[in-house]
Structures are given as C-alpha cells and as structure tokens.
C-alpha cells in the first residue's frame, strides 16, 4: 500500500529526514514512536504533501503511485489521511459544509455521486456516535473554540467520515485524558479492516494498549533505528528513549 | 482639465438646470445657489486635504459629465434580480430619474409614506422642507455642495411616530444610460419619527458598462426611540465613480445598524457620518468591500458621541486582489460630555495579491475621560495553514482558497438578520469569488 524508501527531507536547508524506509501493507498498524524533535511529525507532514517540506532524496509509492508528485488533495482523494498533532481552528468555515465538501471530492474522485445534505446527516449520524460528539459540533466553525480533547475527536470524526485507506494519526493521543483517549482509540478500532492500514505516530506507549500495533519503529534524529512488534512499545515505557540516544550517538 | 474649466462647466449646467426647473419653493433655489457658489470657489477636495490623502479624484474632475437622459420605460423584469424577499415598497430610479412603471407604493400601511422627493417638495411637505439639506453640510466638500446644488430628484421616506415596519424598503437607482460621461446626483431623506421602525435598502446598480458619475446623498433622521437598518449595496458598473455622502442623526435611546456593502466602481467613495445626539444610543456599522483590478474602494466614517451612555460597534472587513486599493479611515469621535461611552472598531483587510493596498487608518479623538474605546485594524493574506488542512482533506486549493474568503466575508454578511437578505448578499459575494481570486 505505502512504500517510502531512503526518503530524505529538509526544511529551510536543514535535512530532518535523512534515509527512511518503511512499507506498509493493507491491514497493518504500524506505530511510530520516537523523543520528541525526531522527525516523526515532518514524516506524516511529507506524506500528507506539506509545502515546506523539500524532499531531496527517495521516493514515496502510494497504491502503486508516485505519491510526492501529487497535491495534497490529490493524497486525499487518493485515500491517504493526516490526523494534525495540532488541527487548525478555521473561523466561518462551517463544519458541516466543510465535512460535505471533503466527502463530496473525494466521491467525485472515486466516480461516486455526491451526498445532499440530508444524507450526509445520516452518515455523519452514525460517525458522531462513534467519537461520542454531539450534532451541535456541525453547526460550529471548524475547530473553532474546540478544547484540545474536542479537536482530536474531530480528526477522528473526519477520519470516519472520508474512510481513507491509509491514516497517519500524528500524536491524535497526547494531551488526552484516558477517556477521551478510549474514545480516540474505539474510533480507530471500529475502522480497522483488512482494506486499511494506520501509522499511528506517538510519543507514549499509553495510546498502544488501545490499538494494538502489527510493528513498533522507533525514528531517532531522522532515521527508523529500531523496528520490533508490541514489546518494543512496552520495552520503551520501562527503559525510556536514553538507550536509543545512547547506541545512536546521540547525548542521553 | 483644469479645475476652473470643470467649475465653469458645472457653473453652466446648473444655469442651465435652474432654467428648466419651473417650480421649486424660494428657500430651495436659494439653497441650490449658495451650493454651486461653494463649489465654484472650492471645487472638488484635493489630496491636499487629509480626508483626500489616499484618494485622488481628478479622474472624475477631469471629465465633463452630463446629466443624464430620462430613459424610455424600464423592463421590470431587469430590476427583479435585485429585489429580495418582499418587494411590497419600492421606489426605482432610473438614470436619476423616477420610474413610476417599476415603483410600488401602494400597500404601505398608514403612516409610512415613500414617494419621490420631487412629489415630496411639490406636495409641500413641511417635514422634508424642513429637513431637507440640514444634516449634510454642502460646505463638506465638492461632492455634497454639487449634489446640494443639483437638488431635483430622489426619494423621501416619512415614518410617522409609532409607526413600526419591519420588513425593508427598496431605494433603486440603476443607471442604464450606455451614453459616456453621464452622471446622476440621487438625494435620499428618510425621517423616522419617535417609537418608530424602519429598515431600508439603498440600492446602485449599473445595467450599463459605462463610465458614469453617481453621486448621492442622504440623510437619515432618527427619533427617540425610533429603530433604523439601512443597507447600502454599491454595484455600480467597474468604469463608474461613485462618491456617497450619508448623513445620520440619531436622538436619545434610539438605534441605527448600517450593512455597507461595496462592490463595484472604478472609484467608489462613502463618507458616513453618524451622530449620536442623545443619551442611551446604539450605533453599528458593517461594512464589506471586495475590491479587483484597479478599483480604488474608500469607506470614511465618522461616529460622533455628543452625549454620555451611548455603544458604538463597528465591524469592517475587506477583500482585495490584482491592483485594488481600499482606504479605511474610522474617526470615533468623543465629546467632553460624552462620559461612559463605549466604542469599538475593527477593520480586517484580506489580500490576494502583491499589488493590491491598503490604508487603513483609525482616528480617536477623545475628550471625554471616563470611556472605553478599542479599535484594531488588520491586514493579512489567507492563511497557508488553513489551506492546507482543507486541502489535506480532498477539498481542492481554488476552492479552498474560495471557502476562506466566503468564510472571511462571512462574518460580515451573518451579521444581517433578514434571512432572504442575507442570503442574496452571501450569494452576491459567492458571485465575486472565483478559483481563489476576486472575479475579473
Ligand atoms: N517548519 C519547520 N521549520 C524549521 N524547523 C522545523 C520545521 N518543522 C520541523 N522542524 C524541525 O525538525 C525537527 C523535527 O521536528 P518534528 O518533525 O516536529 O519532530 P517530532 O514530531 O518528532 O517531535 C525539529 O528539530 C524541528 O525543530
Ligand atoms: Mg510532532
């Protein structure tokens, strides 16, 4: 499905990615750990189609296409999803025309015809269930005046909502209290299938008692020096990030 | 041209034009004759004059401007693309010119009188003589003393006291004189009683792309008590000057919200001057203009707090692409008197591209110690961040870039109660919008 290799990326001259591998098949969960400043968010940014990000080295196959020639919401439309670490508040632009809108693209991509309005408010019925989000968040303005906790659910909401086959979850689980994470984490349980994968990025273990990952990487200064299964996550929680600091060169 | 050639030319069409008028009361002429007297001494305002700086009108002082023909009968159906909702009151102008063809006034309810000022004057009504040119000062500018000077036309609005109508009226002047150089000088009064309500719309739109000089002036007198909306919609031709001049006077606990919408002319200029002549008054003004190409679009106002207790808000926001200007100057002016006034202003300016400007200028002029006046003006471009989230969700970047500034505009349009209103102004303004950019 994914297949990135020796992708190298830098911001204003600074390489941040230098030399990433990673392939991820349909039906997998691959979670993304690493101290923080190591790259994981410009990851999930290169693939999402951020402009700042230049990539100098490798290349990017998304369902067999060459993903970085193709706008972000070409990525979208494509399947591929970012959950923000930090979703924009965007004053005026109504949530539910925004959602409608999205879901109508990307139909129109997949041949689809478009939902009205009132079937969409059946779909997005069903989705506001599973985040637990009540119907008056539609009315509001994207992200506006949303509490930290709120703002996630709505990355899962959408998430729901545009059914990607890749989804990119930067940090959907820090800041959360552990219930807003259960609910968090449900969302994605519910989505999971043999059709789709996950790249779940976080920096605590926490979030992967919830949803069970298939492979643990760990990105140090902008590289993937460790790959394992669940245990790696849990060898993490016990012993922290100064181990990989200390056989990487870095300073612990 | 040089100014003293457009003074005599002005000079000879009002001599001829006080031919032609065959009746009119004493106390008028003598007003009309002291306005073109002012005008040939002074003539039009000069980048000189602060209140000028940023707009230079020698493209209108160069041009010899005609009155315009009275046309042959309109068809009605042109005008109804611009009448929203209930369209029971209108008075339609054309050219300058009543179009009693396209006028309704027939089921107005007792006490609401709408008719042309000339019928008006003609019928000797005491309230519009005595109101007539007493709030805008001819000796403002050029502009007003060459409107003053021209007096002939336009509509008169009389709400008499307790009188309440909700629903608004329709003020229509169209120009679709394809004839170049023509100009039409509209004077609108509307007197609103004590205890009364009235919402109006003033309307300027152009069924012709010619280059044409409107150049109105009106003045709103406002009652205890008495409750004004007034909406201006400018949709003048993209060749056309329009330079308004709207006087209001409000007395004590009385409220007016003014919905100022520009959107067309190659130099579109209001003056509002709103004063607040008693204790206990709400004032708000909205205001949005969408500038393209080369347009200049320039809002002056002035709110006067004369007396203590009173709220002014005032919300302006802009958006501006290619080679537009837009000038925004907010004066909120505070007598020694006026004690426990709040006042509020913002203005927020959107551009889309590297040439277009800005000047934005808010004024305080306090005199009063115990007040609370805040003002922030703005000016950035659509935010990348936004873009991208939206982008990132399948939604194309024109489009994207669409939904920012319908959002960004938005927030003035919402601020409109009347439903159909609204959402013919919103479609107005979806109208402007095309693949990210203001529609050429
Ligand atoms: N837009 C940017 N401009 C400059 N530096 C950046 C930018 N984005 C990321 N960086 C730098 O790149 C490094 C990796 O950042 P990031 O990918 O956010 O890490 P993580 O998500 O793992 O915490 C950090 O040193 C950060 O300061
Ligand atoms: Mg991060």
């Not at chain 2, 009119?24 to 002012?38: E, K």
């Not at chain 2, 040939?40 to 602060?50: D, K, L, M, W």
């Not at chain 2, 505070?334 to 040439?355: F, G, P, R």
């Not at chain 2, 922030?376 to 990348?384: M, S």
Request: glycine residues 8%; hydrophobic residues 40%.
């Amino acid at each position: 499905m994914l297949s990135i290799k020796n992708l190298h990326a830098s911001v204003d001259g600074h390489e941040i990615l230098n030399g990433i591998d990673l392939d991820v098949k349909p039906g997998e969960v691959h979670a993304i750990m690493g101290p923080n400043g190591s790259g994981k968010s410009t990851l999930a940014g290169v693939l999402a189609g951020r402009a700042e990000y230049s990539v100098t080295e490798g290349r990017i196959d998304f369902l067999g296409k060459n993903l970085l020639e193709m706008a972000p919401e070409m990525r979208a439309r494509e399947g591929l999803f970012l959950a923000f670490q930090y979703p924009v508040e965007i004053p005026g632009v109504n949530s539910s025309y925004f959602l409608r809108t999205a879901l109508n693209e990307i139909r129109a991509h997949r041949g689809l015809d478009k939902v009205s309005a009132l079937e969409f408010l059946k779909i997005i019925r069903e989705k506001l269930e599973l985040v637990e989000m009540d119907e008056k968040f539609l009315k509001r303005s994207v992200n506006e005046g949303f509490s930290g906790g709120e703002k996630k659910r709505n990355e899962i909401l959408q998430m729901a909502t545009l059914e990607p086959k890749l989804a990119v979850l930067d940090e959907t689980d820090s800041g959360l209290d552990i219930d807003a994470l259960r609910i968090v984490a449900g969302g994605v349980n519910a989505l999971r299938s043999q059709e789709n994968a996950f790249i779940v990025v976080t920096h605590y273990q926490r979030l992967l008692n919830y949803i069970v990952p298939d492979f643990v990487h760990v990105l140090y200064q902008g590289k993937i020096v460790k790959s394992g299964d669940k245990d790696l996550a849990l060898h993490l929680e016990d012993f922290g990030y100064d181990w990989i600091k200390e056989q990487n060169g870095g300073q612990a | 041209m040089k100014e003293t050639g457009i003074r005599d030319w002005y000079l000879s069409l009002f001599e001829e034009f006080e031919r032609e008028l065959n009746s009119g009361a004493p106390a008028l002429g003598h007003m009309r004759r002291q306005a073109i007297r002012w005008f040939a001494e002074n003539g039009f305002p000069s980048t000189r004059q602060e209140e000028w700086r940023f707009t230079n009108v020698s493209p209108i002082s160069e041009i010899k401007f005609e009155a315009a023909e009275k046309p042959a009968a309109l068809d009605p159906a042109r005008i109804l693309p611009y009448i929203t909702g209930d369209d029971s009151a209108r008075l339609v102008f054309v050219n300058g010119h009543i179009d009693r063809m396209s006028s309704t006034t027939a089921q107005l309810p007792h006490g609401l009188m709408l008719q042309s000022l000339q019928d008006a004057l003609a019928s000797n009504d005491a309230a519009a003589a005595a109101e007539l040119a007493r709030h805008a000062r001819m000796d403002e500018n050029g502009f007003v003393a060459l409107n003053t000077a021209f007096i002939n036309d336009g509509a008169y609005v009389h709400v008499a006291k307790d009188v309440a109508h909700a629903r608004p009226l329709h003020l229509l002047f169209i120009t679709t004189d394809a004839a170049e150089a023509r100009m039409v000088q509209p004077r609108v009064l509307i007197i609103v009683e004590d205890n009364a309500q009235l919402s109006v719309i003033e309307r300027y739109i152009s069924l012709a792309d010619s280059t044409y000089f409107a150049n109105p002036v009106t003045e709103i007198v406002i009652g205890e008590n008495a409750n004004v909306t007034h909406y201006k919609i400018q949709q003048e031709s993209r060749k056309a000057f329009h330079t308004a001049r709207l006087q209001v006077v409000l007395k004590r606990d009385s409220s007016y919200t003014s919905h100022n919408y520009a959107f067309g002319g190659a130099i579109a200029r209001t003056d509002m001057h709103v004063v607040l002549d008693g204790e206990g008054i709400d004032c708000t003004l909205n205001g949005l203009y969408l500038g393209g190409g080369v347009q200049l679009i320039d809002n002056h106002t002035v709110i006067e707090h004369r007396r203590p207790h009173c709220n002014s808000r005032e919300f302006y926001k802009g958006i501006l692409d290619e080679r537009a200007r837009a000038v925004f100057s907010g004066k909120i002016h505070v007598h020694k008197y006026a004690q426990k006034t709040d006042a509020m202003q913002s203005n927020q300016n959107l551009i889309l591209s590297e040439e277009a400007t800005i000047d934005t200028k808010p004024q305080l002029e306090i005199y009063a110690d115990d007040v609370k006046c805040t003002h922030g003006a703005t000016v950035g471009r659509i935010d990348e961040e936004s873009i991208f989230y939206l982008c990132s969700r399948g939604i194309g970047k024109a489009m994207a870039k669409n939904l920012m500034m319908q959002a960004f505009a938005g927030q003035i349009t919402d601020r409109i109660k009347d439903d159909a209103l609204r959402e013919h102004i919103a479609e107005i303004v979806l109208g402007h919008l095309h693949d990210g950019h203001l529609h050429r």
